[in-house]
């Protein structure tokens, strides 16, 4: 409803493409990216960037088995829950992050997603001898509040 409304209202097109792509993003679930597939994917994908851009050919990642977790504060009702976030890690011997975080798996939302990545920068891992590489999961949920969430599609 809330495409339809945009759609209708008289903005330039680009301005009704961007709060589309906006709505899509904070509403819209993407089944496809929370799958097994499309993270083995992503992770091989990541591996073979990682080891190109380290040097380091037999780079493999680790599982990083310490807990992260974020929670999205949201008023409307999801109609699919948000799935755990995995995120590829590059480390310094120091412990810094070398570079960005990859999404390997998403939640599924878009807007949770970048959450998490903007979060889990702060975290600083253990020294360690060499560059190091992680695989991180991230819990997820969202909090509606106090009150019970909005329905997405009220009747009219």
């Given amino acids: 409803q809330l495409l339809a409304y945009v759609a209708a209202i008289n903005l330039p097109q680009a301005r009704v493409d961007r709060a589309a792509e906006s709505i899509q993003n904070r509403f819209g679930f993407n089944a496809a990216a929370v799958t097994r597939d499309t993270f083995n994917a992503n992770q091989n994908q ?7 851009e380290t040097g380091l050919a ?20 999801l109609t699919d829950s948000p799935g755990e976030i995995n995120v590829g890690a590059v480390v310094n011997p120091d412990g810094s992050w070398r570079g960005e975080p990859a999404l390997l798996r998403s939640s599924g939302y878009g807007v949770l997603d ?3 990545l903007q979060e889990i920068q702060r975290h600083r ?3 360690a001898e060499g560059i190091r ?3 991180l999961t991230i819990d997820t949920s969202v909090d509606y509040g106090d009150r019970p969430c909005l329905d997405p599609n009220p009747a009219s």
Avoid: G, H, M
């Fill in 46 to 52: 990541w591996v073979s960037t990682l080891r190109q």
């Fill in 58 to 77: 037999d780079l493999s990642p680790e599982i990083n088995r310490a807990e992260f977790s974020t929670v999205y504060p949201q008023r409307v009702c």
């Fill in 114 to 116: 970048r959450k998490a």
């Fill in 125 to 127: 891992f253990a020294a």
């Fill in 133 to 135: 590489a992680y695989v």
